[in-house]
Nanobody, 126 residues
């Protein structure tokens, strides 16, 4: 599975942005997938995850209620709708996929059992 993230950019605080992650290969439709982010000087952290069917989602505490993860398996694409953005959301955002929820539950798990896409930079100005 190869993953391509896009949609990053510069946005003012309080604004919105939608990230996309497009996958190659037919396996994506049966994989759990997730978004992670890594800010300057911080470890890569879990942002949001979604199971293969799209009916189970989870969010990191810092984004819960502001971000929404979704997917369209027919398009091999996952999305992250980000609202009420704040400067602390500034980071490189990475998409990930794996054969189970456990495989995308942490950055370490993705490194062992999953796949990373390249990052897309989100910068939120105050």
């Amino acid at each position: 599975v190869q993953l391509q993230a896009s949609g990053g950019g510069l946005v003012q605080a309080g604004g919105s942005l939608t990230l996309s992650c497009t996958a190659s290969g037919s396996a994506f439709g049966s994989y759990a997938s997730a978004w992670f982010r890594q800010g300057p000087g911080y470890e890569r952290e879990f942002v949001a995850g979604i199971n293969w069917a799209g009916n189970t989602v989870d969010y990191g505490d810092s984004v819960r209620g502001r971000f929404t993860i979704s997917r369209n398996n027919a398009k091999n694409t996952m999305y992250l709708q980000m609202n009420s953005l704040a400067p602390e959301d500034t980071a490189v955002y990475y998409c990930a996929a794996g054969p189970s929820w456990a495989a995308i539950s942490s950055a370490r798990a993705v490194g062992v059992n999953g796949y990373w896409g390249q990052g897309t930079l989100v910068t939120v100005s105050s």
